[in-house]
């Protein structure tokens, strides 16, 4: 199948899409799944009872290593969301393809070949990007590195990192928010650069998966300052995420007033 690629780069695909199909006979309505390339091979045949393998039929459970959810497409409320989703989330946007009639084995049939197409660009992209990673490095003079291996794409280095953030709850997402401003101030208290961005990083790509409202830029801003102010900031911050996520509204309220006042000290 041939996807067009209305956000993103088929020459640079992320690893993970929403994909979407439309119907002749239905102008108004779009049909969308969303395509995850596994950047490790998955054998899922290990976690599946014998009896239960059976009745899988041919699906390749010993290389599972891309697949669409819903495996179906299903409805969505229209190609502007789906802009709007792509955008949020970092993600590829294509179009797979027209049919004349919602036909459900048509399809099921669709969804796997754009699969297919997709997960065939995914991996003659980053095969490329591993060949011209390791290809004649023995010939090239130190300091002579191609701009591919001095500074690897950002892209390609967190799109792991936002499929998995993609699929997280929020509340797994706060959960490693926390973990993330540990591993920040350890690495910033040992002076470590490269760990420092890397996690800064982490934290950006995750606040694209968190609502707007919890100002996870701010927290990052604040926990990059490494002083006790910085520090309490960062606090009450991450404290107010996990109050907002909750539903608490009036503690959050009150963790916002400190935040002010703190912020007025400085």
């Known amino acids: 199948m041939d996807l067009t690629f209305e956000r993103g780069d088929s020459q640079r695909p992320r690893g993970h899409a929403l994909v979407y199909f439309r119907v002749d006979t239905e102008p108004d309505k779009v049909y969308a799944s969303y395509i995850v390339v596994l950047p490790v091979q998955a054998d899922f045949g290990k976690y599946v009872p014998p009896f239960l393998a059976s009745h899988?039929?041919?699906?390749?459970?010993?290389?599972?290593?891309?697949?669409?959810?819903?495996?179906?497409?299903?409805?969505?409320?229209?190609?502007?969301?789906?802009?709007?989703?792509?955008?949020?989330?970092?993600?590829?946007?294509?179009?797979?393809?027209?049919m004349f009639s919602?036909?459900?084995?048509?399809?099921?049939?669709?969804?796997?070949?754009?699969?297919?197409?997709?997960?065939?660009l995914c991996a003659d992209f980053f095969g490329r990007q591993t060949l011209s990673g390791t290809a004649g490095t023995e010939s090239i003079p130190p300091g002579t590195a191609t701009e591919a291996q001095a500074e690897p794409d950002s892209d390609t280095?967190?799109?792991?990192?936002?499929?998995?953030?993609?699929?997280?709850?929020?509340?797994?997402?706060?959960?490693?928010?926390s973990n993330l401003l540990g591993?920040?101030?350890?690495?910033?208290?040992?002076r470590d650069e490269?760990?420092?961005?890397?996690?800064?990083?982490?934290?950006?790509?995750?606040?694209?998966?968190?609502?707007?409202?919890?100002?996870v830029l701010n927290?990052?801003?604040?926990?990059?300052?490494?002083?006790?102010?910085?520090?309490?900031?960062?606090?009450?911050?991450?404290?107010?995420?996990?109050r907002l996520s909750d539903g608490d509204t009036t503690t959050a309220q009150s963790l916002e007033a400190q935040i002010e006042e703190l912020r007025g000290e400085g």
Do not use: W
């Not at 591993?183 to 040992?190: P, S």
């Open 56 to 98: 899988l039929g041919n699906l390749p459970l010993n290389d599972f290593s891309a697949f669409a959810m819903p495996p179906v497409p299903e409805e969505v409320s229209g190609h502007a969301e789906l802009e709007r989703l792509s955008d949020q989330r970092q993600d590829d946007l294509v179009f797979g393809s027209s």
């Open 102 to 120: 919602f036909d459900l084995p048509r399809m099921m049939e669709s969804i796997t070949d754009a699969v297919q197409s997709y997960s065939q």
């Open 157 to 177: 280095s967190f799109s792991v990192n936002e499929v998995l953030f993609g699929l997280m709850s929020e509340r797994d997402k706060l959960a490693e928010l």
């Open 183 to 190: 591993k920040l101030q350890f690495a910033q208290e040992g």
């Open 194 to 215: 490269s760990m420092t961005g890397e996690v800064t990083e982490e934290i950006t790509a995750l606040s694209r998966h968190l609502p707007e409202e919890f100002q």
């Open 219 to 242: 927290l990052l801003a604040a926990a990059r300052e490494t002083t006790g102010r910085g520090s309490r900031l960062a606090q009450l911050y991450l404290d107010r995420c996990f």
